[in-house]
Every structure is written in structure tokens, then in C-alpha cells.
């Protein structure tokens, strides 16, 4: 079971460089979001998207843009590297259930992508 | 936003400890979750708690949804080195996981000496 898969493991950039992180889901899960790890902030949400075609923005988005072209993929594009957004990134997905209302499940991560900007 | 005390920061204890590590907010959640990051990897979901006073176990970890809301902890018995890594509450206003509306811990480090 490939669950969510990140890539690149590792990048590094110079500043001022431009890269995309891809994630990709097969569990047909409709939420999906990008969070950032770094030393003492423990994980803040970046974007999220509730399905295709659709994406907010999270706690920290400056910097970052995402689309969901496809259930499947969120891609997490930097326009313009800075070393602040030197971190750990994190694609994480779950399920959206609909009965009385609409609730979203637990989270779960990929293995995480280590981005170093110089 | 919401915010969560998560404390210890760390906690370096002998193998066969029990470990307790709580989490604290000055909001209610709906939803209490328990993740573990081993290093190198992505958080993984230990324990849910969606009732408040709901108490659950995994193995040797229990943790519980404070009555209050505003709580929940996590212990450890008897501790062994694949325990080491990073421990992360997450609360939810949302009930069922609510993954859209998560805010989580800084983490409590484990370390464990053999």
C-alpha cells in the first residue's frame, strides 16, 4: 500500500530558485493538505484542499501556492526559495464523510520531504 | 488561532518506564488525537478519542479525552527502544478526526536509554 508519497526526499535550492513538491494520494481521499516541521514549532498547515479544484490557505501560506487538478495530486509550489523556508514539508490526506454534515478523518502523513534553501 | 501546551518538551528516561505526557488548551476540542513521528518519517496516528472522558488503549499506550475538553494525556507502560521518537497531540473542533481543523503540539521528545 503506497498510501501518500512525497517527492523529493531531499532538495536543495538556492535562493531565489523556484521548485514544486509533489504529493500524490491512492487512497481516493478527498482532503488534502501541506504542512511545514521545523525545530520547536512542531507542524503548521501551510494549504489544504477539500477536493478537486478547490484550496485554502492554512496558517503559515505566504510563499507557497498549491493546486488540485486531480483527486490524486497537491502539488506545493515555491515561486522564489527564501532560507526561511528552510524545513521539513509534510503531505498528509484523509477522508471527507458525509452523513448529517460533512467531517473530515484522521490524517495521515507521507514521509516527508527536506528542503535546504542557501 | 487555537493553541496547545504540549509538555514535556522531553523526557529521557530507562528502558521499562511508563511515560505520561499531556496537552493542554484554553479551548475545547471535539477531537483528541495522538500521533508518533520515529525519525525520518511522517507522523503516524497512534490513538483517536472523540468522546469527552473517553479513555483508549493501543498496546501499552492509553490515552484519554479529558472531561473537560480542553485536555488529554498519553502514557507509555513499560517502556522499549522502538518507543523513541517524537509524540504529537492534535485537537479537532471537528468531531471524527477532523482533519481540516487540527491544530497540533509542539511534540515531546522520547528518549530512551537501554
Given amino acids: ?118 | 488561532g487555537q493553541q496547545l501546551n504540549q509538555s514535556p518538551q522531553s523526557m529521557f528516561i530507562q528502558e521499562g518506564e511508563d511515560v505520561s505526557m499531556n496537552c493542554t488548551s484554553s479551548s475545547i476540542f471535539n477531537t483528541w488525537l495522538w500521533y508518533k513521528q520515529d525519525p525520518g518519517e511522517g507522523p503516524v496516528l497512534l490513538i483517536a478519542l472523540y468522546k469527552a472522558g473517553e479513555l483508549t488503549s493501543n498496546g501499552r499506550l492509553t490515552a484519554q479525552f479529558g472531561i473537560t475538553r480542553k485536555d488529554s494525556f498519553l502514557n507509555i507502560s513499560a517502556s522499549i527502544p522502538s518507543d523513541v521518537g517524537i509524540y504529537f497531540c492534535a485537537g479537532s473542533l471537528l468531531p471524527g478526526g477532523g482533519a481540516d481543523g487540527l491544530t497540533f503540539g509542539k511534540g515531546t521528545h522520547l528518549i530512551i536509554q537501554p
Fill in chain 1, 1 to 118: 500500500n503506497a498510501g501518500v508519497t512525497q517527492t523529493p526526499k531531499f532538495q536543495v535550492l538556492k535562493t531565489g530558485q523556484s521548485m514544486t513538491l509533489q504529493c500524490a494520494q491512492d487512497m481516493n481521499h478527498e482532503y488534502m493538505s501541506w504542512y511545514r516541521q521545523d525545530p520547536g514549532m512542531g507542524l503548521r498547515l501551510i494549504h489544504y484542499s477539500v477536493g478537486a479544484g478547490i484550496t485554502d490557505q492554512g496558517e503559515v501560506p505566504n510563499g507557497y501556492n498549491v493546486s488540485r487538478s486531480t483527486t490524486e495530486d497537491f502539488p506545493l509550489r515555491l515561486l522564489s526559495a527564501a532560507p526561511s523556508q528552510t524545513s521539513v514539508y509534510f503531505c498528509a490526506s484523509s477522508y471527507i464523510l458525509c452523513l448529517a454534515g460533512c467531517n473530515t478523518g484522521e490524517l495521515f502523513f507521507g514521509e516527508g520531504s527536506r528542503l535546504t534553501v542557501l
